[in-house]
């Protein structure tokens, strides 16, 4: 496809308002380009803020507001990288080329408790499975520490390129309490609760500026750095149940737009050594 061609597409899926379409298209077409990710950025918001407005907490102007400047960034994307081609080709006589991957699999850091029933080990298996299709190779903590746990996580997310985090179901409250004994006592019914070491490795990646994605279950409380809220940490709200969401938009983008920014963290890593 050319760019002209991608234009064209592009305006077209917009003026039908189909932008999952239009930004699945962008990051197919601009690989490894850190100019969408603030396209992501403000999809998750809009989807966010969608969120809201179904519960009530928020007027639909805001939400066309959001959504407005969302199209209007696309196309602003569109213009500038059409002046910079046009410019590319003017000077140097270059015009856009693709490569094919070489096959190689960038490793990342699978943080991801163990499974406890069959469900989470058929969602764990085809996560895999779908990003070693796409290049990567999600891989798990092999060593433990008891005296020191912390440092073979370090020592791991220091060798890797990426951060992927699934938050799944490893704690349900039927009936509890939070600061119980306090006049700021709540109860706490019916909820599930994570690992609390996926909080630990997440923010530990954070900290060491790794491409960051985290899959929070829609059962999970909003707890720590796994909140539905937390989109500049690469927050995806998933459903456990509905595998095949991971190929739909928003969450296909998302997943996209993480994996190239694996792929260039790992070309900037790989140029300077």
Known sequence: MTF??????????????????????LNSFFK?????????????????????????????????????????NILQLLRSKKEYLKYKEQTFGETTTYHADSGEEIKVFFSVAS????????????????????????ETLKAWNDNDPILPIVEELKLSNGCFVLALERFFVSEGAEKRGSQQESKINDKCFPSAWLHI?????????????????????????????????????????????????????????????VKRYHKNRTSAS
């Open 4 to 25: 002209e061609q991608l234009e064209e597409e592009i305006r077209a899926l917009i003026s039908l308002n189909k932008l999952e379409e239009s930004i699945t298209l």
């Open 115 to 138: 499974p406890h029933n069959d469900h989470q080990q058929n969602y764990i298996n085809k996560l895999v499975d779908y990003f070693k299709s796409n290049g990567i190779k999600l």
């Open 201 to 261: 490795e997440a923010a530990i990646a954070r900290s060491l500026d790794l491409p960051l994605i985290i899959f929070k279950d829609k059962s999970l409380r909003n707890e720590g750095l796994i909140h539905d809220d937390k989109q500049e940490w690469g927050i995806v709200r998933i459903d456990e149940s509905q595998m095949d969401e991971i190929f739909e938009y928003p969450i296909k983008n998302f997943i996209l737009n993480w994996i190239n920014q």
């Open 32 to 72: 490894d380009d850190s100019d969408l990710d603030q396209i992501t950025i403000q999809s998750a918001n809009y989807h966010a803020i969608l969120e809201k407005e179904r519960s009530g907490l928020v007027e639909s102007p805001k939400v066309d507001l959001v959504l407005n400047q969302l199209r209007s």
